[in-house]
């Protein structure tokens, strides 16, 4: 059980365009989601929180106008990634969390590598 | 200051060897820690949850010790697949919204 999914597993697209990043969690309902990131060579830094429902709340220096996060159902959070660039190159990775099972515990999806020509 | 603290290594070790991990935390309120391994262009993986004083699994045993502040996480005879990053995460317990991750400890058991 808690198996987080996430689609596509690595894109490459050109610069000055949107890719979307899904995130699922297949046999639970996840009450938050978190986007992270991680250059290489770097550790995962926490993006943005969400919950199901609600506005995303970003970490300082996450810029909410270019990574757009929607949480609008509870198995489901997109990443949008707008306009992208080189140095949004790296590797997004979600979690998922729910209420009521192993409260302190996080399941992360497999990433995705996304490269911007 | 950080909340947690390693060794970033890498520590190079042969097979069979045990090797261990120190981390040392500044919050003293954490009461709960998770040491996960990272492999290369993957995500973290959970290894071993410490609640309490410490856990054992298999070969992996991890050791809390409050009064001093740090985690320690112990491998047993070491296999090439144990070759990863290690992080010790402190968990939620002290009100963060999500678990927060430094560099680890980089382990590469050689043949």
Redesign the interface.
């Given at each position: 059980g808690a198996v987080v999914s996430q689609h596509p597993s690595w894109v490459i697209c050109k610069s000055g365009t949107s890719v979307k990043i899904e995130c699922r969690s297949l046999d639970f309902q996840a009450t938050t989601m978190f986007w992270y990131r991680q250059f290489p060579k770097q550790s995962l830094m926490l993006m943005a929180t969400s919950n199901e429902g609600s506005k995303a709340t970003y970490e300082q220096g996450v810029e909410k106008d270019k990574f757009l996060i929607n949480h609008a159902s509870l198995t489901l959070s997109t990443l949008t990634v707008t306009s992208a660039h080189p140095e949004d190159s790296s590797f997004y990775i979600c979690s998922a969390r729910t209420q009521g099972r192993g409260v302190h515990e996080q399941y992360f999806g497999p990433g995705t590598r996304l490269t911007v020509t | 200051r950080k909340e947690v603290e390693q060794d970033p290594g890498p520590f190079n070790v042969p097979e069979g060897a045990t090797v261990a991990f120190n981390c040392t935390y500044s919050n003293s309120a954490s009461q709960?820690f998770f040491w996960y391994r990272?492999d290369c262009?993957?995500?973290?993986?959970?290894l071993m949850?410490v609640y309490s004083s410490g856990n054992e699994d298999g070969r992996f045993t991890a050791q809390l010790n409050r009064a001093s502040q740090y985690i320690s996480l112990l491998i047993r005879d070491s296999k090439l697949s144990d070759s990863a990053t290690y992080?010790c995460v402190p968990?939620?317990?002290t009100g963060r919204?999500?678990?927060?991750?430094?560099?680890?400890t980089r382990l590469q058991v050689q043949p």
């Amino acid at each position: 059980g808690a198996v987080v999914s996430q689609h596509p597993s690595w894109v490459i697209c050109k610069s000055g365009t949107s890719v979307k990043i899904e995130c699922r969690s297949l046999d639970f309902q996840a009450t938050t989601m978190f986007w992270y990131r991680q250059f290489p060579k770097q550790s995962l830094m926490l993006m943005a929180t969400s919950n199901e429902g609600s506005k995303a709340t970003y970490e300082q220096g996450v810029e909410k106008d270019k990574f757009l996060i929607n949480h609008a159902s509870l198995t489901l959070s997109t990443l949008t990634v707008t306009s992208a660039h080189p140095e949004d190159s790296s590797f997004y990775i979600c979690s998922a969390r729910t209420q009521g099972r192993g409260v302190h515990e996080q399941y992360f999806g497999p990433g995705t590598r996304l490269t911007v020509t | 200051r950080k909340e947690v603290e390693q060794d970033p290594g890498p520590f190079n070790v042969p097979e069979g060897a045990t090797v261990a991990f120190n981390c040392t935390y500044s919050n003293s309120a954490s009461q709960s820690f998770f040491w996960y391994r990272q492999d290369c262009r993957k995500e973290p993986k959970l290894l071993m949850s410490v609640y309490s004083s410490g856990n054992e699994d298999g070969r992996f045993t991890a050791q809390l010790n409050r009064a001093s502040q740090y985690i320690s996480l112990l491998i047993r005879d070491s296999k090439l697949s144990d070759s990863a990053t290690y992080l010790c995460v402190p968990g939620l317990d002290t009100g963060r919204r999500a678990l927060t991750f430094g560099s680890g400890t980089r382990l590469q058991v050689q043949p």
